[in-house]
């Protein structure tokens, strides 16, 4: 993606990303084209790669915005961090259901993966109330762990069609945690 600011891209990004959403609900992604995109949103070709590369790239940089928006939310509620991450599941619903139609729910995990060492020295620091689950161990190993681990919960909860209510999953895990606690590895 090539960033601008100029309001004049920042509204071509959002069509053209619009258009690529419409296009999914209607077509597998990996029969959309990016003249089908361009023909969508009713923009000049020139316009699509001053702004980006591919339709992958339209994809990736929705994700990437998003996941921003959830760092943020997430960094300023480490204690309430599981209620954070469902909020933001419930919120981006249309979107991760549409991932999972077409078998790219791996997409928002690459983002985060990608993420997550830029994020690890403000996630990672003293301050943060799990600081001391850490303390001595690799934290990008129990950083990687634990994603994997709760990104396959939310996919899982995605192929099931977001049905169970999140109180119902975080209940669920919230219990299997405290069994864990109980009984030493």
């Known amino acids: 993606m090539h960033d601008s600011s100029n309001p004049s891209a920042v509204r071509s990004k959002k069509e053209i990303t619009q258009a690529l959403l419409t296009l999914m609900r209607q077509h597998p992604y990996s029969q959309i084209s990016v003249k089908q995109i361009i023909m969508e949103a009713k923009l000049a070709r020139k316009t699509f790669y001053r702004n980006f590369e591919n339709k992958d790239d339209v994809l990736l940089s929705l994700l990437r915005s998003?996941?921003?928006?959830?760092?943020?939310?997430?960094?300023?509620?480490?204690?309430?961090?599981?209620?954070?991450?469902?909020?933001?599941?419930?919120?981006?619903?249309?979107?991760?259901?549409?991932?999972?139609?077409?078998?790219?729910?791996?997409?928002?995990?690459?983002?985060?993966?990608?993420?997550?060492?830029?994020?690890?020295?403000?996630?990672?620091?003293?301050?943060?109330?799990?600081?001391?689950?850490?303390?001595?161990?690799?934290a990008d190993y129990i950083m990687f762990f634990n994603i994997g681990a709760v990104w396959n919960m939310i996919s899982l909860w995605i192929k099931r069609g977001m049905k169970d209510s999140p109180e119902t999953v975080k209940a669920n895990i919230k219990e299997y945690i405290s069994r864990i606690r109980k009984k030493p590895l």
Do not use: R, W
């Open 66 to 138: 998003i996941l921003s928006e959830y760092y943020a939310t997430a960094c300023n509620n480490m204690s309430n961090l599981l209620s954070v991450i469902f909020l933001f599941a419930s919120k981006n619903k249309k979107l991760l259901l549409l991932l999972n139609k077409n078998n790219m729910l791996h997409l928002p995990l690459q983002c985060i993966n990608e993420y997550l060492p830029k994020l690890h020295k403000k996630f990672f620091l003293e301050t943060n109330p799990h600081y001391y689950l850490f303390d001595g161990l690799d």
